[in-house]
C-alpha cells in the first residue's frame, strides 16, 4: 500500500473517504471521534489528539494518539481525513431565554427524543422550526394533550412529493433551475423562490413565512406540518421571549401555560477537540476552509475535512466527490493554490454565502455549483457543450433533469460506464416501485413548460396595463 491515511469518523463521510483512498492505492485506517460524543461502533478505537510530527514542513506527516480500552497508542499518519460532520454536538441555547433556570419542567435537546411514548398527554413546546423540531412536533400531536412551536424566524415549509408526484430533489435539483438563479436579476429570482415556496400553500397564513422571505436558507420538509396546524393539534408561535417556573411567555404577550417539557430543536455545533484550534480556524460563525475542506494556512495540504457543507443536495454524492479530490491531492496528483489565493476565495465565495443564505448558515452552498467545482479540479464535471454535439439525448437530460451523482460518473477519472444508461431511465426507475397497478404512461415533469406557466401570469397583466395606457 501506499501513504497511510488516518480517517476520524465512521459515518457516511468517512465510508466515502476510505473507498477513495483505495482507489488511489492509499492506506485508509478508520478511528472514531473523541471521548465527548462517545463512539458509534461499540469497540472503536477513539481519537484523542492530532498533532504535527516534528518534521511536518518536509513531509506533512501527523501523529495520531488513540485511545482504546484505556490504554493510549500514537500512530504516524502522512495524511488525514476529518470526516466527523457537524451534527456532533447538541446546540442549548439556554442562555437566550431568561427564566429558564426556574422552569420546573424537563427540558431536553432534540438529539435526546427517542420516542413519542412518555408524552402521552403532556403539554410540549418545542423551540426551532428545522427538520427535527417539525418531524418532532409532528409525531408529538397525535399522542400529547396540547404542541407548541416556537420559531424565531419561520421558514419554508416543502412536500417531499413534488410534481407528477416525483420525489422534489429530481425536480427542483437540475441544472436548468441553478441556471435560472444565476442568471436572473436578484428581484426576478426571488419572486420566483418565493412563488415558488408557496406553491402548495400559503405560509402567511400559517404562521411559518420566514423574516426573510427570498433568503434561501434550508427548507423544512415535512408533509403533514400544515395539515396539523390546519386541525389545531400544533400551533404556531413567536420567539420565548422568558420562562416562568411553568409556562413561556412569547413575543407576542401570548402565554403557554402548564409547560410539561421544553424540547430544544436548535441545531448542533461543530468542533475538533483533538485538534489544535490553529489548524482549523473559524471567524463569526465561519469556517475557513478552501471549498469546504482544505485548512489553508496549513504548510503541506495532507488534512481534508469532509462533510462539513450543506446544501439542498444528497449528502453522500456531496461527501463521495470531497475525498474523490482530497484523495488525490494526497497522492499528489491535483494540486492546491497558493495561500493568499485561497484566502481570497474564501473571503470571495463567503460574501456570497451571507448574501443568499444569511449569517447563521455559514455551512451552506449552493449544490450544483458546489459540486461541478469540485469534480472539475478532478476531470468529473459533465461537459455540456460537447455532450449537446455528441449525445443530445443524454444532454438534454443532463441540463434539465435531475443532477443525480451519475453525472459526475461520465467522463474523467472514475469514470462509469454504465452512468448514461442511469442517468435515461432514472424517471422510470424512480417510480417502478409505486406502480403496482400501472394504468398508463409514466408522466415526468417538464421545466420549461413550469417556468412558462409561472411567467404567463406576468406577462398577461403586463399586456392589459400596456392595452390601456
Not at 504535527?52 to 513531509?59: D, E, I, P, Q, R
Not at 485561497?342 to 448558515?361: A, P, R
Not at 406557466?453 to 397583466?461: A, D
Request: aromatic share 12%; glycine share 8%.
Amino acid at each position: 500500500m501506499g501513504k497511510k491515511v488516518a480517517i476520524v469518523g465512521a459515518g457516511v463521510s468517512g465510508l466515502a473517504a476510505i473507498r477513495c483512498c483505495l482507489e488511489e492505492g492509499m492506506e485508509p485506517i478508520c478511528f472514531e471521534r473523541s471521548h465527548d460524543v462517545g463512539g458509534l461502533w461499540k469497540f472503536s478505537t477513539l481519537v484523542s489528539s492530532i498533532k504535527k510530527c516534528s518534521g511536518f514542513l518536509a513531509t506533512g506527516q501527523w501523529e495520531v494518539v488513540t485511545e482504546k480500552d484505556g490504554k493510549q497508542d500514537s500512530l504516524l499518519f502522512d495524511a488525514v481525513m476529518i470526516c466527523s460532520g457537524h451534527h456532533v454536538y447538541p446546540n442549548m441555547p439556554t442562555d437566550s431565554f431568561p427564566g429558564l433556570e426556574h422552569f420546573e419542567g424537563k427540558c431536553l435537546h432534540s438529539r435526546d427524543y427517542k420516542s413519542p411514548g412518555t408524552f402521552q398527554g403532556k403539554r410540549i413546546l418545542v423551540i426551532g422550526l428545522g427538520n427535527s423540531a417539525a418531524d418532532i412536533a409532528v409525531e408529538l400531536s397525535r399522542l400529547a394533550a396540547q404542541v407548541i412551536i416556537s420559531t424565531r424566524s419561520g421558514s419554508w415549509v416543502m412536500s417531499r412529493v413534488w410534481n407528477d408526484g416525483y420525489p422534489w430533489d429530481m425536480v427542483y435539483v437540475t441544472r436548468f433551475a441553478s441556471f435560472l438563479r444565476n442568471v436572473l436579476p436578484s428581484f426576478i429570482s426571488d419572486w420566483l423562490y418565493v412563488k415558488k415556496m408557496n406553491t402548495w400553500f400559503k405560509h402567511e397564513n400559517y404562521g411559518l413565512m420566514p423574516l426573510n422571505g427570498p433568503l434561501r436558507k434550508e427548507p423544512v420538509f415535512n408533509d403533514e406540518l400544515p395539515a396539523r396546524i390546519l386541525c389545531g393539534t400544533v400551533t404556531i408561535k413567536p420567539s420565548v421571549m422568558k420562562f416562568t417556573e411553568t409556562s413561556a411567555v412569547f413575543e407576542d404577550g401570548t402565554v403557554f401555560e402548564d409547560i410539561d417539557c421544553v424540547i430544544f430543536a436548535t441545531g448542533y455545533g461543530y468542533a475538533y477537540p483533538f485538534l489544535d484550534d490553529s489548524i482549523i480556524k473559524s471567524r463569526n460563525n465561519e469556517v475557513t476552509l478552501y471549498k469546504g475542506i482544505f485548512p489553508p494556512q496549513l504548510e503541506k495540504p495532507t488534512m481534508a475535512v469532509i462533510g462539513l457543507v450543506q446544501s439542498l443536495g444528497a449528502a453522500i454524492p456531496t461527501a463521495d466527490l470531497q475525498a474523490r479530490w482530497a484523495a488525490k491531492v494526497f497522492a499528489n496528483k491535483c494540486t492546491l493554490p497558493t495561500i493568499n489565493e485561497m484566502m481570497d476565495d474564501i473571503d470571495e465565495k463567503m460574501g456570497k454565502k451571507l448574501k443568499w443564505f444569511g449569517q447563521s448558515h455559514t455551512l451552506q452552498t449552493d449544490y450544483i455549483t458546489y459540486m461541478d467545482e469540485l469534480s472539475s479540479f478532478i476531470g468529473a464535471k459533465p461537459n455540456l457543450p460537447w455532450l449537446f454535439l455528441t449525445d443530445p439525448q443524454l444532454a438534454l437530460e443532463v441540463f434539465f433533469g435531475p443532477c443525480s451523482p451519475y453525472q459526475f460518473r461520465l467522463m474523467g477519472p472514475g469514470k462509469w460506464d454504465g452512468a448514461r444508461n442511469a442517468i435515461l431511465t432514472q424517471w422510470k426507475r424512480t417510480v417502478k416501485p409505486t406502480r403496482t397497478r400501472a394504468v398508463g404512461e409514466t408522466q415526468r415533469p417538464y421545466h420549461l413548460y413550469d417556468l412558462l406557466k409561472m411567467l404567463f401570469f406576468p406577462v398577461i397583466l403586463l399586456a392589459v396595463l400596456l392595452t390601456f395606457y
